[in-house]
């Protein structure tokens, strides 16, 4: 990551884009250092592809400005910049070769085909597709053509590489190995990755830090633990996982809002409330949700308001728990669990 002073590898200043009436980007401001793992995560609509698409080159700001390792690039094209985009359709020529599909860039740049040859095969290896040089794209699966999209964008080594939901067309189970081979990859080339995703999971597991995006704006930059531990609002609180939104006055607090886990929530009979330790608030058990590992607990508060707990499925309090549907439940929960929002 960029060190004290460093220059950043890209930074926006005060970028805004605007469509006729919608405001796609609303200012927005900040630096990525070299070699981080930037996410930017945000629901469907929120600025993130218009974002990459100013550093990449396809779009300009109406105002404001971009620049890569320091230099603004208001002017520069594309093919000229020192980023490269990996698009979530991949994007590849259909009649080309995987070799000659990764081997474009140096085409266009009129390296000798000889060189052009090496470097793909390199690439390819690279990306763990050695040996498939000769096949045409329609002779891969989805997820072998992400990577020969990910070697076309990496063939003429960029120091930023920009991937808009790369892993957006595979399945779950590919997905997360391709998770692991990004991130491992991106280590050993050591360049920046700048990762749209709209799958807060990804976001959180694969990203040095995150921006969350809301409606053309960064409503929170920060590390995994920062925007996940201290959400600065309600947006991020209940965008990124679940969150219970409880207003101070609820729990005899300052008139605040404070976002809670629901993983932090523990149910207990009413009968035994009193033995445990904690904030209760009591209500009754609507309904059990099963997510594979984990039950997600719908409760209706003695106020009316909507309140989730999940517990681990088949633990004794789970079980307990689910044998008291229908019925009163005291939910628990530690005064440090409550994280102040800041709106
Ligand atoms: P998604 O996850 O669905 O790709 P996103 O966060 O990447 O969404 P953008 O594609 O950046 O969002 O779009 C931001 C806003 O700008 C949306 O309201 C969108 O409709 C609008 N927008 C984007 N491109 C254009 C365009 N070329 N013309 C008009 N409006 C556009």
């Known amino acids: 990551m960029t060190g ?12 805004t884009r605007r469509f006729g009436a919608v405001i796609a980007l609303d200012g927005i401001s900040f630096a990525v250092g070299g070699g981080e793992f930037f996410g930017m995560l945000g629901p469907s609509g929120s600025g993130k592809t218009t974002c990459l698409r100013m550093i990449a080159g396809f779009d300009v700001p109406s105002t404001g400005e971009v620049l890569i390792a320091g230099r603004s690039v208001g002017d520069l094209p594309p093919y000229e910049r020192d980023a490269h985009t990996v698009f979530q359709d991949y994007a590849l020529f259909p009649h080309m070769s995987v ?22 095969e390199e690439t390819l290896e690279r990306v763990k597709l050695a040996g498939f040089g000769k096949r045409k794209p329609s002779e891969l699966s989805g997820g072998q053509r992400q990577r020969v999209a990910l070697a076309r964008a990496l063939i003429d080594q960029p120091s930023v590489l920009l991937l808009d939901e790369p892993l957006g067309a595979l399945d779950l189970k590919l997905r997360e190995d391709m998770q692991r081979e990004l991130k491992e990859l991106q280590r050993s080339l050591g360049i ?4 749209v995703t709209h799958d807060q999971g990804e976001a959180l597991g694969m990203s040095d830090r995150v921006a969350v995006f809301n409606q053309g704006r960064i409503e929170q930059l920060g590390t995994p633990d920062d925007i996940y531990d201290r959400p600065a609002s309600e947006f991020v ?19 605040q809002r404070f976002a809670l886990r629901p993983e932090r929530v523990r149910l207990v009979a009413p009968g035994v409330a009193q033995l445990v330790p904690g904030i209760k608030l009591s209500g009754m058990l609507r309904d059990a949700q099963h997510l594979g590992a984990d039950t997600r607990f719908s409760l209706a508060l003695d106020g009316g308001q909507a309140f989730h707990a999940t517990l681990r499925h088949g633990d004794e309090e789970e079980i307990a728990a689910r044998g008291r549907l229908g019925q009163a439940i005291v939910a628990v929960f530690d005064r440090g669990d409550l994280k102040p929002l800041a709106s």
């Not at 004290?4 to 970028?15: F, I, N, T, W, Y």
């Not at 599909?101 to 040859?117: D, W």
């Not at 609180?237 to 008139?255: C, Q, R």
């Open 4 to 15: 004290e002073g460093a220059v950043p590898a890209v930074e926006l200043r005060s970028v």
């Open 99 to 120: 070799a000659d599909n990764v081997a474009f860039p140096l085409m266009i740049a009129k390296v000798p085909q000889a060189q052009r040859h090496a470097r793909a």
């Open 192 to 195: 920046t990755f700048i990762f």
């Open 237 to 255: 609180a209940t965008f990124v996982g679940s969150a219970n939104v409880i207003d101070g006055a609820l729990i005899g607090a300052a008139p």
